[in-house]
């Protein structure tokens, strides 16, 4: 399973998600789910030989207002995370086929379950959901491709600038 996503996140949550099927109720956990907590990107996922999720989170924070190539990746042993392009965390926690949940939501846009509702604030150019796990240089490719297509949709820190002041006497 290959989850891929173009997003802004305007206002960053506490839980948030771009898109997934996920029950994650104490100890009832299914699904994945491509996310962010607070200002960091996350791609989550319950096997069902773990029955427990593992919160693959990115060490580094994302700028609210900027766009971002976020992709989590599931081979069966090992779960990974990119973010434009480039690996930003993986885990060997889990391994087997992916528990689903009997009944929940497929939430675009979400953090989305029997419990909790937590919508993004912010934009999703797209979202693309492959059958098979991509590899690494695929996943830096389908970047470069979608980058090259809309210009200054990559991410850009702003640039902070200090501007004389001149006071009257």
Do not use: C, M
Not at 47 to 53: D, G, I, Q
Not at 93 to 107: E, K, M, N, R, V
Not at 146 to 159: D, F, N, S, V
Request: proline share 6%; aromatic share 12%.
């Amino acid at each position: 399973l290959t989850a891929e996503a173009w997003v802004r996140v305007d206002q960053p949550l506490e839980w948030g998600g771009i898109f997934g099927v996920i029950q994650d109720n104490g100890d009832h956990e299914r699904g994945w789910l491509l996310g962010y907590r607070k200002s960091q990107f996350f791609f989550v996922l319950v096997s069902e030989k773990a029955h427990r999720v593992t919160y693959l989170t990115s060490p580094t924070e994302f700028v609210p207002g900027h766009w971002y190539h976020v992709v989590g990746v599931w081979d069966g042993t090992t779960q990974s995370l990119f973010v434009d392009g480039e690996l930003a965390a993986t885990s060997r926690a889990q391994s087997g086929p992916i528990a689903y949940p009997l009944d929940a939501h497929f939430g675009v846009g979400a953090f989305w379950d029997d419990t909790e509702y937590h919508p993004l604030t912010g934009q999703i150019e797209q979202v693309s959901l492959w059958p098979r796990a991509l590899k690494a240089d695929e996943v830096a490719k389908q970047f470069e491709v979608r980058k090259a297509r809309l210009p200054g949709i990559e991410a850009a820190h702003p640039e902070v600038v200090v501007l004389p002041i001149h006071l009257r006497e």
